[in-house]
């Protein structure tokens, strides 16, 4: 019980940093053992707790017939963009690494020592 429950818990917080996030574009090669880490990606991404959370998000799949590396590119609401490149990474190094980003999104107005664009 304590595994589902760890699991819940970490489904719950992945939501709530999914809400700043405006498109996902995932992209890989199915024929490739590295990109699992972005198929396991692009199916967290398609849950419905991460759906309802943020139902304008944008997940699209480029699906490549060459052996080039899996992306993940990822545009915040307010327009920033980040690409991530997981392979041979975890795809819980990955989201950590998204829930940094957006958490600093989401900190930002309160941030004393955020850089404002003029």
Do not use: W
């Amino acid at each position: 019980m304590g595994r589902l429950r760890k699991s819940l818990m970490l489904a719950e917080r992945n939501c709530d940093i999914f809400a700043v996030l405006g498109k996902i574009e995932v992209s890989f090669n199915p024929f490739n053992n590295c990109s699992a880490t972005a198929r396991e990606l692009l199916k967290q991404f398609q849950t419905r707790p991460v759906l309802e959370k943020n139902p304008k998000l944008e997940v699209k799949v480029m699906v490549g017939p060459t052996y080039v590396p899996s992306r993940v590119h990822i545009e915040y609401q307010d327009g920033s963009k980040q690409t991530i490149f997981p392979d041979h990474r975890m795809s819980r190094e990955v989201i950590d690494e998204i829930r940094t980003m957006a958490h600093s999104k989401q900190l930002g107005a309160l941030n004393p020592f955020a850089v404002s664009k003029p």
